[in-house]
């Protein structure tokens, strides 16, 4: 039941995104609190607030990756930030620069262009799962032959061999928790079926 819940909320969190972005722009300006708010054309909600005593939630994790740009760059086009800042728990499988190179050549410049960004949030989006996964509990979900439901909708395949473990045929190179779940550094990009 619970399992459920988690994806109801994670599929309103989306839908909700997606509205709020389209239903127009709002710019930020700083609240005078020492909290940091982002100027954008698009309203950021939690993803606008930092502070220095909180734990840093999925969102700032990737922010602060050096590996992560690209992801952050697909993340902020397609304007859902909202999703990876939400109370969670959210386990997400976050490729580096590196397997975004993987790509056909062109690719990722095809997925920015605005008329693609929805498939790009897609692709971005099946990287994220409801609920707080970690390597052991994954290992522990392989070794009974369950998948992971991702937020598109699709299950992803768990393989473990030895000390390595795949999801979706990506394997995890590194593991950081969040205030808000799990992010777990990938190597490829999980491509939705």
Known sequence: MRKISNILIL???IV???????SGSQS????????????????????SYSDDVSDANILQIA??????????AGVQATK????????????VFAPTNDAFGL??????????????????ANIITNH?????FTIEGLKKEASKGRKIYMATGNYVEIVVDGDDVTVGG???LGTVEASNGIVHVVDKIILPE
């Open 170 to 172: 990506a394997k995890i």
């Open 63 to 72: 922010i602060g990756s050096k590996d992560h740009t690209t992801l952050v």
């Open 28 to 47: 930020s300006e700083g609240s005078g609190d020492g909290s940091v708010v982002a100027e954008s054309s698009h309203p950021l909600g939690q993803a």
């Open 128 to 132: 994220a799962t409801p609920g707080s």
């Open 80 to 91: 859902i930030e909202h999703v990876l800042v939400n109370a969670g728990p959210l386990t």
């Open 11 to 13: 599929s309103a969190l």
């Open 16 to 22: 909700g995104t997606w509205s709020c972005s389209n």
């Open 103 to 120: 790509l056909p050549e062109g690719t990722l410049e095809n997925l920015l262009k605005e008329e693609n960004l929805p498939t790009l």
